[in-house]
């Protein structure tokens, strides 16, 4: 599984008030959802998220609440993959359950500039910073995860579970 | 093993569980709130399973929009009613029967000692001071446990915190997590468990021990647990209607890592905007001007959070241009503090009291904050635009030093009044 898309920065802490506030939980449409993420720190997020990007974060990515809104509206507004240090544990799950990948990578923040194009091998953990000619070590999934990322989240990789069992 | 490792291998059908290991583990109790509610229940529908894993271990509350803020609220509160008709959920807490999910849940006697329970909530890891073995998940996860009862976790590793010594007055269990958390920082217990223990934790009633569990996952935790003792089992026998089996650390059980921390010289804590973590004595902050003051929330909205609050502002006057916004955390807290007076001491103050709900904690309703204001709050979370403008700043502190602000008009030492 290879991801492509131009890095966004973010620092470290980005928590899910910040990624979508909690006026926007009851919206229902996951792209009027998607038209909020990120708004408070960077209002053109949305508009450069379009094209499909990465987001580049530091330490403890997605902190505070469980609302699935939060990686929901990321996936929906274009975002391909986070690469964070590292991920708060619920934003982690959902992030997979919904389908929108998540690597960890100690070192991104450091070797990585806005707009640089990236390269995500999710299968080998390895990320390749094609405008900067760098390869970096990050962390390998285990592969059942891997499975429900590339089923599309939790919903589709549960429903071939259930019907091959004949439960469905 | 100790208490998680416990109740992790008892869920999954296992003898022994270690720290990194992946097991599927069957849950006891899931709950949904009307915020992560009907998105679990759209997701439960586009799984194809037409009736839930067993309706009588599912809990259902509106908390976060009661009573419905906005219609859109209300059509929310639509789905989780026609849902728990049509499931069959009998324990389903609508407007005036319930109040803020966790509160409720403890009460109502859903949450039992040796027990796995999954909240589509992040603060599920209060149960922990019962002794259970409580963790947030999101919506989608939620509908996979609603359809299968089932759930991957990974076994965490833990950091046994030993508190000894004896508290100041007016210096209690929020002052103390919140130095924790400053010690430890937002992502200090990532991932991990956090067992608290010694003398001081054994002395404490289960209002305070829910305030130290609630915010483990402030640290970045995925539970905060206490051994449950005689106090704890005594209280779920009171409110359970199930038999449960408590379980308990051995005594050579493997932590991660284990610190002590010693009360007796804590001040009272205040987080400062707009990081849990950024913890300071409140003699740091001390004049700070506030705008609004609140009490309430999961984390000290209980009876004995507004008893101090009462304690302090009896026949007194909050500081005229201040809000002071009190909110019960549930209908039995609300009702208890009606019997006792308190309701009529906080409103001859001049507090403004709200019906349960998580309201202006979370930035919903019921208390919302300007541009520029600030307020001091003995909720969980002070991050940016958590309670409104994103201009807006919050302190976080314990109901005492929330109180004894209101009536001063500026973040204030209670211990000083």
Redesign the interface.
Known sequence: MEIKGKAIIFGDDINTDLIIPSKYLTALDLNDLAKHAMEGLDPKFYEKAREGVIIVAGKNFGCGSSREHAPISLKHAGVRCVIAKSFARIFFRNAINVGLPVVECPLILEKTDDGDELLVNLAEGEIVNLTKNLRLQASKLPNFILEIISAGGLVKYLRRRLEKSGEL | MNISEKILARASGRKEVSPGE?VEAKVDVAMVND??G??TI??FY????KKVWDNNRIVMVLDH?VPAD?A??A??HKIMRRFAEEQGIPHFYDVGFGGVCHQVMVEKGHVRPGELIV????H?CTYGALGAFGT??????M??VF??GKI?LKVPETIKINVTGEFQKFVGAKDLMLNIIGQIG??GA??KAMEFDGPVVRSMGISERLTICNMAVEA?A?TGIINPDGKVIAYVKNRASKQFEPLKSDANAKYGEAFDLDVSSLEPQVACPS?VDDVKPVSEVEGTPIDQAFVGSCTNGRIEDLRMVAEIVKGKRVKKGVRFIVTPASHEVYLQALKEGVLETLTEAGACVCNPTCGAC???HMGLLADGETCISSSN?N????MGS?KAKIYLASPATVAASALKGEITDPRRL
């Not at chain 2, 586009?46 to 399973?49: A, L, T």
């Not at chain 2, 909240?119 to 992040?122: E, H, K, P, Q, V």
């Not at chain 2, 947030?136 to 996860?141: A, K, L, Y």
């Not at chain 2, 991050?383 to 958590?386: S, W």
């Open positions: 992946i915020i992560t009907p998105l759209k997701t586009e799984i194809g399973v929009q906005s859109k609220s059509e929310l909240g589509a909530d992040s599920t947030g998940i999101g919506s989608t996860e509908a996979a359809a299968t991957w937002a992502d990532s991932y970045g995925k990081s979370f930035g919903g979370r991050f940016t635009g958590r994103p």
